[in-house]
């Protein structure tokens, strides 16, 4: 029960976060979790995404050769529409191979500073 004038603690944390700058990073984070709703049951089958640069790129892995290429070339597209849910990035790297190679440290959730 909010007191007159008292903040809830969820309004209270996005206010810390926007003043921190740190919404846009949280709205990146999403997609990790969120990925087959995000893209659909199609493409998260065969895809994989293992972390987010802190300038925006969006590391993927990809199941097999054929389905890299498709993805590669629907990356704007697939930029677009994470951009409408309110994730945007700066560009899908696609990495061919089995899901857990990723190169981020374990428990990173893949928020890491390198490009791979």
């Given at each position: 029960m909010k007191r007159d004038g008292a903040t809830g603690i969820g309004d209270a944390l996005a206010?810390?976060?926007k003043r921190r700058g740190?919404?846009?990073?949280?709205?990146?984070a999403r997609v990790l979790d969120d990925w087959p709703a995000l893209v659909g049951q199609q493409i998260a089958r065969v895809s994989t995404p293992e972390g987010i640069s802190e300038d925006g790129i969006l590391f993927v892995r990809v199941t097999t050769a054929p389905w890299m290429q498709e993805l590669q070339m629907q990356s704007s597209v697939i930029l677009r529409q994470l951009a409408v849910r309110g994730c945007r990035l700066r560009?899908?790297?696609?990495?061919?191979?089995?899901s857990g190679n990723s190169g981020f440290p374990p428990g990173s959730r893949g928020m890491d500073s390198r490009e791979g």
């Open positions: 206010a810390y976060l740190l919404k846009p990073r949280l709205d990146q560009r899908i790297v696609w990495r061919l191979g089995a």
